[in-house]
């Protein structure tokens, strides 16, 4: 949520050569929480991050704590069946509980409501869902009106969701772990990671940089790209439930003390210059007339080929090398998931087939993504990504050069902004 008071996490900058049992890479909620939970099972535990605490992806996020996650269960049940979508909500249910557990310990801004999830266009999909759903043993409502100025087609009231405040939650969770931030792992070995002046010896180290930081190691950029979203807060408190909606440039809507924060518009970076942000206020002046605009910011994370997160090891290698990733804009849940499937991993070398990011996949999206990156990599257009080398183009919106295949994006003077890129821009 754009919030200022995540650079008050102070930690120190790594400045001698260490050892630790555990090495997590990337200090976001997806490091936090597996640092946090690896910490509780009695290891010895090393964070780093390249920046400061939480300031990537996670401090811009919306932080909705829902198992409903698009129009998923539905797709999910035809595509990989029963099963794997049964464990998948099941992983979300129980890091909604480990949430309101946290939540027993501090104030992490924890407050249960409804997830409204609507469509202004299509109702067979709402009642595809509410069936899905059912099947997997949730219960939920239909309803035809929204409590909005908005005109539904449907609607699934789903109880017992939530939303937490991430500010709160992330200096919770960091509180007693070791961290040191201005550190940036530039090379990995069997069990060494090297900064530019030091190093870190480990037996175990876990990758949570969002896109992984290593270019063809697991070749996992032929599986994962990047998706950005608009946000936008405003005074209004008038809110109590959060709303969802499965339609294409759709709104997910929060109250968030005195604010509402309005997030949607979302697009992937391979489509040229967009004006997002504005379609965006356009249509939140439409829902809430005259309200005053607080705050405007974009984006972006790593999305997967098949809606299921990368958890697990990082290549075939390396027994002793993780990877949290490709969480689909929903991160907050799955990273405590992506903490408990580590846990067995490396406790009892169980692993969990659903989000092991070696599956294989030739389906549409994987086809349409390789097609993409390619076209990129032959296009004859300068400047060229520092990643894998796809050609940019520029967004006025962001001011930014963008990948359209992994999604890296650089400040218009050629710094790096998003990754995975790690290097800047020579013109
Ligand atoms: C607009 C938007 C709204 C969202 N809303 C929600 C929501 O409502 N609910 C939800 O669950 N999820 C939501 N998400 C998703 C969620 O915010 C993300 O999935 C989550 O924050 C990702 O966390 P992360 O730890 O993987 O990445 P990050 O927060 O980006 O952390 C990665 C860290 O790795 C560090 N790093 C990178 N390279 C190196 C290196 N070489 N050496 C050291 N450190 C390095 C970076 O500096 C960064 O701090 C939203 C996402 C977006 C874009």
């Not at 099963?83 to 309101?100: D, G």
């Not at 939530?162 to 500010?167: G, L, T």
């Not at 924060?261 to 206020?281: A, H, P, T, V």
């Amino acid at each position: 949520m754009n919030n200022p008071q995540i650079n008050k996490i102070e930690k120190e900058q790594l400045s001698r050569n260490i050892k630790t049992d555990i090495l997590v890479i990337g200090s976001g909620i997806a490091g936090v929480v597996c640092a946090y939970e690896l910490k509780k099972h009695g290891y010895d535990v090393v964070l780093v991050d390249k920046d400061q605490v939480g300031c990537g992806v996670t401090k811009k996020t919306t932080a909705f704590l829902s198992i409903e996650q698009d129009y998923l269960y539905h797709d999910m049940i035809n595509d990989l069946g029963y099963e794997k979508a049964k464990r998948f909500l099941n992983y979300n249910l129980e890091a909604l509980s480990f949430y309101e557990r946290l939540s027993k310990k501090a104030d992490i801004g924890f407050q249960k409501t409804n997830l409204i999830l609507y469509s202004t266009k299509n109702e067979n999909k709402i009642l595809n869902e509410q069936r899905a759903l059912q099947r997997l043993g949730i219960e939920t409502k239909i309803i035809n009106e929204l409590d909005l100025n908005m005109n539904v087609k449907k609607a699934l009231v789903i109880p017992n969701q939530a939303y937490i405040d991430p500010f709160k939650t992330m200096f919770f969770l960091t509180k007693d772990l070791k961290i040191y931030q201005n550190t940036k792992i530039i090379k990995l070995t069997s069990n060494y990671a090297y900064t530019e002046s030091n190093t870190i010896k480990f037996k175990i180290v876990i990758v949570a940089t969002n896109y992984p930081f290593l270019r063809f190691k697991g070749l996992h950029f032929l599986k994962l790209s990047q998706k950005m979203s608009s946000v936008i807060s405003i005074k209004y408190n008038q809110l109590t439930n959060m709303y969802l909606s499965i339609d294409e440039d759709g709104l997910y809507i929060r109250p968030y003390d005195d604010y509402t924060i309005i997030g949607g518009f979302d697009r992937n970076l391979k489509n040229e210059d967009q004006n997002n942000l504005q379609s965006l206020e356009n249509t939140v002046l439409d829902i809430f007339p005259n309200v005053e605009i607080i705050n405007k910011w974009i984006n972006q994370d790593v999305v997967t080929l098949d809606k299921v997160p990368h958890i697990g090891r990082f290549d075939m290698l390396h027994q002793n090398w993780y990877l949290v990733t490709g969480f689909n804009l929903w991160g907050f849940l799955w990273s405590y998931a992506a903490s408990q499937i580590i846990i067995k991993q490396i406790k009892s070398n169980q692993k969990s087939y659903l989000t092991n990011p070696q599956r294989f996949f030739l389906n549409k999206a994987f086809v349409k993504h390789t097609f993409n990156t390619f076209k990129s990599v032959f296009k004859f257009k300068k400047p060229r990504c520092t990643h894998l080398g796809s050609s940019l183009n520029y967004n006025t919106e962001s001011g930014c050069w963008e990948c359209p295949s992994h999604g890296s994006r650089f400040k218009k003077d050629g710094t790096v902004v998003n990754g995975p890129a790690q290097k800047d821009l020579k013109f």
